[in-house]
């Protein structure tokens, strides 16, 4: 923000910190976090997708499954915008490939890559037996020679009503460079864990998971991409991890 002080020059005024205009976010607590997955989320959730999240529970790599109110949040997204044709990148044991193959139409499809097949065949047989497995195109391997792929041929641009990104960080801004193109104009990517662990305002000193840190400067390179990319308007949303939504205008 710019404006011109009483000597003719021009200064920078910082934005106020939020605090000044009134303590907005209200999530500072584990019980308040509790609270919500006890009274909103649990109770509305599908059968499939708590059976789903109870067996991922019990996977050693469970850090990595899609949050019940993520999952919740994401299947009313996908209703909202009258989602059809989607992909998903990052897939591990379904619960969000679940939640949004459950938001989608029956004749819906869903393109789900993940490098990790084994996984995938964890929440299948539960994908299976909810009734929607045959929306989804599931193909082992990394995401961005598929993506490549669909870049080189015209069909596919502006092809995908919802896309859901939720892999290797370290290639998120190589993923949008190509998901520009493949969303359809009105359509949604969203970047999964944008507020990457809190780690993003932590001193540079602060204890942080070797992961963590390691993904950090990847996340904080992207956030300020789409921060001022012309192309989408964009929502940043503290829930889960944090999701960014894409809606691309151009
Ligand atoms: C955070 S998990 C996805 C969680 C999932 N959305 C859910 O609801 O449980 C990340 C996944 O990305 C996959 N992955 C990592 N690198 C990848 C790549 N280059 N291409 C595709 N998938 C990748 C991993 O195998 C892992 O299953």
Request: aromatic fraction near 8%; hydrophobic fraction near 40%; glycine fraction near 6%.
């Amino acid at each position: 923000m710019a404006a011109v002080n009483s000597g003719g020059s021009e200064e920078i005024s910082q934005p106020a910190k939020h605090q000044e205009v009134g303590h907005k976010s209200l999530l500072q607590s584990d019980a308040l976090y509790q609270y919500i997955l006890e009274t909103s989320v649990y109770p509305r959730e599908p059968a499939p997708m708590k059976e789903l999240r109870e067996v991922t529970a019990k996977h050693p790599w469970n850090l990595m499954t899609t949050s019940a109110d993520e999952g919740q949040f994401l299947n009313l997204l996908l209703k909202l915008i009258n989602a059809k044709n989607t992909m998903e990148i990052g897939v591990y044991t379904g619960y969000s490939l679940l939640s949004t193959a459950l938001a989608l139409p029956d004749d819906g499809k869903i393109l789900a890559l993940d490098i990790n097949r084994q996984n995938y065949e964890i929440g299948l047989p539960i994908i299976e037996k909810a009734g929607v497995a045959h929306k989804i195109d599931f193909r082992e391997g990394p995401a961005l020679p598929v993506l490549d792929l669909m870049i080189e041929d015209e069909k596919f641009h502006g092809s995908f009503d919802f896309i859901f990104v939720d892999a290797d960080k370290d290639n998120y801004l190589n993923y949008h460079k190509r998901l520009i193109d493949l969303v359809k104009i009105g359509g949604v990517i969203g970047y999964d864990n944008t507020l990457w662990n809190g780690s993003l305002v932590a001193p540079p000193d602060a204890p942080l998971r070797k992961y963590v840190r390691y993904y950090r400067d990847f996340v904080l390179e992207l956030n300020k991409a789409l921060a001022v990319d012309p192309r989408v308007e964009i929502c940043q949303l503290p829930v889960g991890d944090g999701i960014t939504l894409c809606r691309r205008i151009s």
